[in-house]
């Protein structure tokens, strides 16, 4: 997984600048659903918390791992409380966070989201964790095209980052076949990217990005 936006609004992801605000009032939305061939995206909302719950209980080790903030939540009301935050990130354009599902049996997946903008520089980073279950299924490269095509078109993105444990190959591999390229490294945020001294990011400008053929938004 790349580092995530972790069900905590609170964490390091967040916007930069403080005209964060006045600026997101004036830019397009994101759509509340987008598809993606085998996958549907949808806009979190507090009520996925038993799907999501269930996912992390599942998934605790390897979220721990790599994702030791969604590993860390406990309860079915944390996990709820956390939703309920991202929901209200999102209308503050603080983060825009989706709950990623299987199209023919509607079963959640992971999440994928983009967060820490800073529209003086047209940039934002993306990141994603899906469940045990759901690895190697190519699910992570369907979620990240599609919410990189869309937020890039919808947002206007120059570019989107984002940061990936050096030990964590599967996320390394995913980014390369997205079309990010390693730029370089920066120093981990504990919290929620373990106890390693830095990360590896990740960069793909928008005279990269591609239309991702079978990804449509609803809004």
Known sequence: MTTPTALNESSASESVGSDVGAVWQQKP????????DSLVLHRYRAAHAPVVW???EQSRATLQAWVPEVAGLRTLEQ??????????????????VYAVFRRQEGSFVGEVGVYAFDWSRGAATIGLWLRDSAQGCGYG????????THSQEALM???????????N??????MLRAGFHLIGSAAAMPESEG??????????LAADFT?????????
């Open 29 to 36: 939305r994101l759509a509340d659903q987008i598809s993606a």
């Open 79 to 96: 996990v709820a409380t956390g939703l309920g935050s991202l929901e209200d990130a999102w209308v503050a354009g603080r983060k825009l």
């Open 54 to 56: 269930e996912a992390i």
């Open 169 to 174: 190959e599967r996320s390394r591999r995913l």
């Open 141 to 148: 490269t369907l979620a990240l095209a599609a919410l990189t």
């Open 195 to 204: 106890d390693v001294p830095e990360v590896l990011v990740y960069r793909r």
């Open 157 to 167: 993105l120059k570019m989107l980052e984002a940061r990936v444990h050096p030990a």
């Open 211 to 219: 239309r991702h053929r079978g990804t449509s938004a609803t809004r």
